[in-house]
């Protein structure tokens, strides 16, 4: 018992000692907010900015893809609301000036000289957003089975023999040969390049670019003549074999009178660009960085087009398997 004691006060005496040399030891002191957080990875916030940036599509195919991608990107690592309005390239010069829209992704030079002088040059009240990266160029183009029995329509002078004006007639267009059109809206000097070169055709409008393709579905599925307006990057170039028809040479001097109806030339070239509102700079910096970062190569945006045209996704579809494919050509975007 006496032993059972002593072993009980030991026990107790040594306990005592470690909780006194517990409590001499002095805390630590507390670690600050800002080095708790130090070593940790900053995350990303979820919410919803309360500025909507608002993207101008005009009405072609690549207009749609080029909007639909910075929506996924602006929205989902921006987390900005993203609005797109459908609106004529044209009518898009004075929304864009007037902050109603805030920016386009895909300007053809060409026909926008002047709206170029008058509100990137004169007013100062558009930003030039940079190049998009993709090359364009208009054209006149045909199927290239015609050139088996006439290769003369491979430059437009064989256009001006009467026996060839026949083979391109329509109901429509009487006595005259057809040039097909697409949207009234769209920029082109056709009716002024086939009267200026002296040609016995008329311009129709189809209406739109499916139009302007489903005419060229059944040309080809006939072997029938059609001499039509169309353009490159598209992916109407790996569905048919097509021949760009030679017009005279494009010169500047050819279409410094383009207003007073004198283009008798070739389309130019056209290294597409971007157009901003000035103040998106201001309201939201880091989406005008990336929309102005934005760039990426013909090859990309043929990709994408095929994808709706042929593989018959929406544009928002097709947009998506582009981002989720191309992480490191959209991540150098987002670096302001």
């Known amino acids: 018992m006496f032993k059972t004691r002593m072993k009980g006060i030991a026990l107790f005496v040594a306990l005592a000692m470690i909780l006194v040399v517990v409590a001499c030891v002095p805390p630590a002191p507390p670690q600050s907010n800002q080095a708790a957080s130090s070593n940790a990875a900053p995350a990303a916030s979820s919410a919803k900015k309360d500025f909507t940036i608002k993207l101008a599509a005009n ?105 060839n004006v026949k083979l391109f007639a329509t109901a429509e267009t009487g006595d005259s040969g057809q040039f097909l059109s697409g949207d009234p809206a769209w920029v082109q000097y056709d009716a002024d390049i086939i009267r200026n070169l002296g040609l016995n055709f008329k311009v129709v409008q189809s209406g739109s670019e499916n139009a302007v393709l489903s005419a060229l579905d059944a ?79 013909t090859k990309d945006q043929i990709g994408m087009i095929a994808a709706v045209d042929v593989d018959k996704k929406t544009p928002a579809d097709a947009a998506r398997a582009w981002v989720d494919a191309n992480e490191k050509v959209w991540s150098a975007w987002l670096s302001k």
């Open 59 to 163: 009405n072609w195919s690549a207009s749609a893809l080029n909007v639909a991608v910075a929506k996924i990107l602006i929205e989902e690592k921006l987390n900005y609301p993203v609005e797109i309005t459908d609106i004529d390239e044209n009518a898009q010069w004075a929304a864009i000036a007037a902050g109603d829209l805030h920016a386009s992704l895909e300007v053809w030079p060409s026909g926008h000289a002047k709206d170029v002088a008058e509100y990137i040059d004169k007013q100062k009240v558009i930003e030039n957003g940079g190049p998009l990266g993709p090359i364009g160029k208009i054209s006149w183009y045909i199927p290239t089975y015609l050139l088996k029995d006439h290769p003369e329509l491979a430059t437009w002078e064989g256009f001006k023999k009467p026996e």
């Open 219 to 297: 040309a080809y599925s006939r072997k029938a003549p059609l001499l039509f307006y169309f353009w490159t990057p598209h992916s109407v170039h790996a569905k048919y074999d097509l021949t760009a028809v030679k017009l005279p040479d494009y010169t500047p001097e050819c279409y410094a009178k383009a207003a007073e109806g004198s283009v008798a030339c070739d389309y130019p070239q056209d290294v597409l660009f971007k157009i901003f509102w000035p103040s998106l700079k201001e309201k939201a910096p880091d989406a005008y960085a990336l929309l102005k970062n934005m760039n990426y190569t």
